[in-house]
């Protein structure tokens, strides 16, 4: 499977409290924090979160075995999302067992997931799933080689 890191080095290095190494600087500052100024933007966006953590929810094996951090069960303006063009969003998001995610806000793994479109021409798309230390270790550019 390959795997696709697009993420800014600024939104993973808040996320998860870690500096990266400057080979993993991102080559563009194209990507903007999610923004949604009318209703329909805000709906589009709660719905393109939703998605996002849907799918890192299934991927990883469902709610028995994981939860995603609580920004992605609330408003969606806060949740963890780079907004890469309109109606594209990357949504960066944290998760691991849920005992651990609930009581101690510890992370394990990190979703990447983008979701480009509205409604039923949506497209979701996992760039990466795996443990937070290698998606940090193996930086973005070595990322997008991998296979």
């Not at 995610?101 to 990447?112: K, Q």
């Amino acid at each position: 499977m390959k795997h696709s890191l697009t993420v800014s080095s600024l939104v993973l290095a808040t996320i998860t409290g870690v500096a990266l190494p400057a080979t993993a600087q991102p080559a563009s500052g194209t990507e903007t924090a999610c923004t949604a100024a009318t209703p329909a933007e805000q709906i589009a966006l709660n719905a393109a979160k939703n998605e996002a953590r849907q799918m890192a929810e299934v991927t990883n094996g469902g709610l028995g075995v994981y939860r995603a951090e609580p920004a992605m069960h609330g408003a969606a303006i806060a949740s963890p999302c780079d907004m890469l063009d309109a109606e594209t969003w990357r949504f960066t998001i944290r998760g691991g067992e849920p005992t651990a995610v609930a009581l101690e806000e510890t992370y394990t793994l990190l979703s990447v997931v983008t979701i480009q479109g509205t409604g039923r021409d949506r497209t979701v798309t996992l760039d990466y799933n795996g443990p937070i230390e290698q998606y940090i270790q193996i930086g973005r550019a070595s990322c997008r080689e991998r296979v």
